[in-house]
């Protein structure tokens, strides 16, 4: 059965969020084969994680997608606005699975360096865009195995 997906990205720090994008596709098309010639995702991108949620929530009520993925990076600084980003935009991508039943992920980095992004971008760490499409695909197979 094939499905789509949407990706919304974060592209305030652009090379990261180019990674995690590639990441996500790269997930979502294992699990859906190579039936849709443009990608098995639409890519949305906004300039920070601060909006993320509401992008995230337009395409979850769309209709159109069976998931989305939130991508992008933010970066500690000398002030508070790191704390208040991460913690705004994780709670408002939540808040977008749990309000349209969507599920909606956060592949948001959350680091202290920029070689911590890049590690943890398709780096030799992690690649949070792939966990971030993965963690859509298990949420519905939940649903799937809920439904019978």
């Not at 443009?38 to 920070?48: H, L, Q, R, S």
């Not at 769309?62 to 508070?80: L, M």
Request: hydrophobic share 45%; charged share 20%; net charge negative.
């Amino acid at each position: 059965m094939s499905q789509r997906y949407a990706i919304v990205a974060a592209t305030f720090y652009r090379d990261l969020a180019d990674r995690l994008i590639a990441g996500a596709q790269a997930s979502f098309a294992e699990a859906t084969g190579p039936e849709a010639a443009d990608g098995p995702a639409d890519v949305y991108e906004v300039p920070g994680a601060f909006e993320l949620p509401l992008a995230a929530k337009m395409a979850a009520e769309s209709g159109r997608y069976a998931g989305v993925a939130c991508v992008g990076a933010v970066i500690r600084g000398e002030t508070d606005h790191y704390d208040w980003v991460c913690g705004e935009a994780a709670r408002g991508i939540q808040q977008v699975q749990l309000d349209t039943g969507v599920p909606t992920s956060f592949g948001v980095l959350t680091v202290d360096s920029m070689d911590q992004a890049l590690a943890r971008s398709g780096g030799d760490k992690r690649d949070s865009g792939r966990h971030a499409a993965d963690a859509v695909i298990a949420l519905l197979a939940v649903r799937r195995g809920l439904a019978g």
